[in-house]
Each structure stands twice: as structure tokens, then as C-alpha cells.
């Protein structure tokens, strides 16, 4: 396997490490269907707690899989998957070519 191959999995392990947990995919799914909510709107959706929730926020957006937009004292989050998708869809090329 190539280096560049090698280097695409340990940069994705991030991500995959955090769409791994099923709370956090049902936050990204909820954000799919009503971006932007505020961390109290997506407690209110989910079972999780307010502080569950914005632990789970902060694993996303420090993946960059999130983002946060002020509105006066409210912060909204919204998806941000661009740059993951990408580096997802170099690794699949990458073990497409090299693998199959």
C-alpha cells in the first residue's frame, strides 16, 4: 500500500472515530433534517442530557464536522462535512485503486 493510502487512514481515523458513536450520528442526522439548532434544541430531540449533548457537539466540531454560528447570546450549530467527505472520498479512491 502506498504512503499516500497509508496517510489518507490515519487521517481519517479521527472522523471515523467520532461518526463511530451512535449519539453523535443522530445529532449529525437531526442537523441533516433541521440545521441550525441551538445545543438546547438538540437536547430537546434527543435523550440525551444538555451537557451529554454538548460534549458529543464538541467531539464534532473538533472533527470539523460541525460548526457554530453566534446569534446574540444563542450559538447555532450546523453541519460542516465538506472537508470530512473529501478526505473520505480520497481514502475510498485511494483503496479503490490500490486494493480492488
Not at 49 to 65: F, G, T
Not at 75 to 87: E, F, G, T
Request: include cysteine.
Amino acid at each position: 500500500m502506498s504512503e499516500k493510502a497509508i496517510e489518507l487512514f490515519r487521517a481519517s481515523t479521527p472522523v471515523f472515530q467520532a461518526l463511530s458513536d451512535s449519539a453523535r450520528q443522530d445529532i449529525i442526522l437531526l442537523l441533516a433534517e433541521k440545521e441550525p439548532l441551538t445545543v438546547n434544541e438538540i437536547a430537546s430531540e434527543s435523550t440525551l442530557s444538555r451537557p451529554a449533548v454538548s460534549h458529543h457537539l464538541k467531539i464534532l466540531r473538533n472533527q470539523q464536522l460541525v460548526k457554530i454560528e453566534q446569534k446574540g447570546t444563542q450559538r447555532y450549530y450546523s453541519l460542516a462535512l465538506d472537508d470530512a467527505i473529501s478526505l473520505l472520498k480520497n481514502l475510498i479512491a485511494a483503496v479503490e485503486g490500490e486494493c480492488l
